[in-house]
């Protein structure tokens, strides 16, 4: 988010700041001084579109739209060094953690993402463990003398899908494709 964003008073979202802060409570972002702190420590600073401070300065702002679309969401991988260094004690790992299920209950989950989330419906593993893969799988566990891989009870994971939500995101983030 290197360019500027134009934006008029009426496009912005002036409920979100607080939304988000209703939802932290005392780990607001509202305490944030916009020291950079956060982004200077962040592993992952330099292959975001927008560094730590940046989306908070963005949730401040009511870019709503802007933050729940940006790919630095999913690209954190929540190390907790930001929050750890910030002078304010602003849980950035935290709100990180509300904006993902924010953006995921609009059906904005990242292919990478739902794309594992089916799979693990479908067959109760991250990595389908299927024909050929098995085939190699089990013949290295033989050799090894291991016992052969037991798939995981499909009721029960169908059952935490259920409960959770998740079969429906996985719908939204279908439609949304």
């Known amino acids: 988010m290197s360019q500027r964003l134009r934006k008029q008073a009426v496009e912005l979202d002036k409920n979100f700041r607080y939304e988000i802060s209703q939802k932290i409570g005392a780990k607001s972002l509202l305490k944030c001084i916009q020291c950079g702190v956060c982004s200077s420590g962040c592993t992952v600073t330099e292959y975001v579109d927008l560094q730590p401070h940046r989306i908070v300065a963005s949730c401040l702002l009511g870019l709503k739209e802007e933050v729940l679309s940006s790919q630095a969401i999913w690209t954190c991988s929540l190390c907790h060094r930001c929050t750890e260094r910030c002078p304010k004690n602003v849980d950035y790992s935290f709100i990180l953690a509300l904006l993902r299920s924010m953006a995921?209950?609009?059906?904005?989950?990242?292919?990478?993402?739902?794309?594992?989330?089916?799979?693990?419906?479908?067959?109760?593993?991250?990595?389908?463990?299927?024909?050929?893969?098995?085939?190699?799988?089990?013949?290295?566990?033989?050799?090894?003398?291991?016992?052969?891989?037991?798939?995981?009870?499909?009721?029960?994971?169908?059952?935490?899908?259920?409960?959770?939500?998740?079969?429906?995101?996985?719908?939204?983030?279908?439609?949304?494709?």
């Open 104 to 177: 995921a209950q609009e059906g904005r989950i990242p292919k990478e993402y739902s794309s594992s989330v089916i799979t693990i419906l479908e067959n109760g593993f991250v990595i389908p463990y299927s024909e050929g893969m098995k085939k190699n799988i089990d013949k290295r566990r033989a050799r090894l003398g291991l016992p052969e891989i037991s798939g995981p009870n499909q009721n029960e994971i169908e059952f935490i899908y259920e409960e959770t939500g998740l079969k429906e995101l996985i719908k939204k983030t279908e439609v949304g494709k």
